[in-house]
T-cell receptor, first 111, second 114 residues
Framework: AQSVSQHNHHVILSEAASLELGCNYS??????LFWYVQYPGQHLQLLLK??????LVKGIKGFEAEFIKSKFSFNLRKPSVQWSDTAEYFC?????????FGTGTRLQVFP | DGGITQSPKYLFRKEGQNVTLSCEQN?????MYWYRQDPGQGLRLIYY???????QKGDIAEGYSVSREKKESFPLTVTSAQKNPTAFYLC?????????????FGDGTRLSIL
């Protein structure tokens, strides 16, 4: 079965720092990949998704992610974080009709 | 506005009691899902349903039950057999069976044991 690894459990950054959160999935073939964000007290929201085509996908709020098939990776990036990016970030991959989530990365951004 | 409504927002359960969490969607989505979220463990799939009157077990179905009598509703019952029910429960839906569309999530229900 498919599995997802997020290696960074807790990341602390200052505003304007660059961000990269790692995400690896366990096996290849055709995959659909997602990054979701959960702001404090809010529901999970879709940041971005990859289905096919350009491996560099852009999402909301200046986030982007790069799909590297050879590395089974889908890392999330943002050039300059803001305090409002403080949240928990989840990577997910489809497995037939299910969505498999990573354990999440808690990001704290300090002014 | 279309969306997913979970109720109640907070729920308390006594030992040995069954409780039911509500999930309603008006997005006309075929597939619905229940997840459990625990700190440091991400989201784990409890049950999912792809069509009315049909559902499948997820990774941690023991101690839970569901029904799907209507397309828009997918209630989750946490039974007394679930020994560690304290968690945040999330309901989600997706447009169609086998689609690559993302899941939409409700605001969640936080369940605690008295």
């Amino acid at each position: 079965a498919q599995s997802v690894s997020q290696h960074n459990h807790h990341v602390i950054l200052s505003e304007a720092a660059s961000l990269e959160l790692g995400c690896n999935y366990s096996y290849g073939g055709t995959v659909n990949l997602f990054w979701y964000v959960q702001y404090p007290g809010q529901h999970l929201q879709l940041l971005l998704k990859y289905f096919s085509g350009d491996p560099l996908v852009k999402g909301i709020k200046g986030f982007e992610a790069e799909f590297i098939k050879s590395k089974f990776s889908f890392n999330l990036r943002k050039p300059s974080v803001q305090w409002s990016d403080t949240a928990e970030y989840f990577c997910a991959v489809t497995d037939t009709d299910k969505l498999i989530f990573g354990t999440g990365t808690r990001l704290q951004v300090f002014p | 506005d279309g969306g997913i409504t979970q109720s109640p927002k907070y729920l308390f359960r006594k030992e040995g009691q069954n409780v039911t969490l509500s999930c309603e969607q008006n997005l006309n989505h075929d597939a619905m899902y229940w997840y459990r979220q625990d700190p440091g463990q991400g989201l784990r799939l409890i049950y999912y349903s792809q069509i009315v009157n049909d559902f499948q077990k997820g990774d941690i179905a023991e101690g839970y039950s569901v029904s799907r009598e209507k397309k828009e509703s997918f209630p989750l019952t946490v039974t007394s057999a679930q020994k560690n029910p304290t968690a945040f429960y999330l309901c989600a839906s997706r447009a169609a069976l086998g689609s690559n569309q993302p899941q939409h999530f409700g605001d969640g229900t936080r369940l605690s044991i008295l």
